[in-house]
């Protein structure tokens, strides 16, 4: 099922970086050890679910649209994260831009180094990896 929140791991990375920004969703995790246990719930604060004060979920962080966390790397870690399509229109790829140096050389901080993607979406995970990966190493 194709969905425009991103994954619980990948949620669970931002709140690590700083995310805590309200979302239509959340993710959370009754068994933290077991991440099949996750699961995502529309339209409610985490701190409004019973579970969370009866002591029932352990884990739990909002889950951002896409569009939302990217907007959040622009404005907290002045990260741009960009997908294109290659001049043929079969595959995908990602940069990644300082946004105040976006229009110089020295904006460039990251190219997909050549990968490429089938899709949209899998090149838009690998540039949203790639700025949890960037921005945990600052």
């Given at each position: 099922?194709?969905?425009?929140?991103?994954?619980?791991?990948?949620?669970?990375?931002?709140?690590?970086?700083?995310?805590?920004?309200?979302?239509?969703?959340?993710?959370f995790n009754e068994t933290p050890l077991n991440p099949e246990g996750q699961c995502l719930v529309y339209?409610?604060?985490?701190?409004?679910?019973?579970?969370?004060?009866?002591?029932?979920?352990?884990?739990?962080?909002?889950?951002?649209?896409?569009?939302?966390?990217?907007?959040?790397?622009?404005?907290?870690?002045?990260?741009?994260?960009?997908?294109?399509?290659?001049?043929?229109?079969?595959?995908?790829?990602?940069?990644?831009?300082?946004?105040?140096?976006?229009?110089t050389s020295e904006g460039k901080v990251l190219k997909s180094q050549g990968l490429e993607y089938e899709?949209?979406?899998?090149?838009?995970?690998?540039?949203?990896?790639?700025?949890?990966?960037?921005?945990?190493?600052?």
């Amino acid at each position: 099922m194709e969905s425009n929140f991103i994954p619980y791991e990948q949620a669970l990375s931002l709140k690590e970086l700083g995310f805590d920004e309200k979302s239509l969703a959340y993710w959370f995790n009754e068994t933290p050890l077991n991440p099949e246990g996750q699961c995502l719930v529309y339209y409610r604060k985490p701190y409004d679910n019973v579970g969370i004060t009866s002591g029932i979920i352990r884990e739990y962080g909002w889950a951002p649209l896409y569009q939302q966390a990217f907007k959040w790397f622009r404005e907290k870690y002045d990260l741009e994260g960009v997908v294109q399509q290659a001049n043929d229109y079969t595959w995908y790829k990602f940069s990644i831009y300082q946004k105040s140096n976006f229009y110089t050389s020295e904006g460039k901080v990251l190219k997909s180094q050549g990968l490429e993607y089938e899709t949209h979406e899998e090149a838009e995970q690998a540039c949203l990896d790639k700025l949890i990966e960037i921005c945990k190493t600052k």
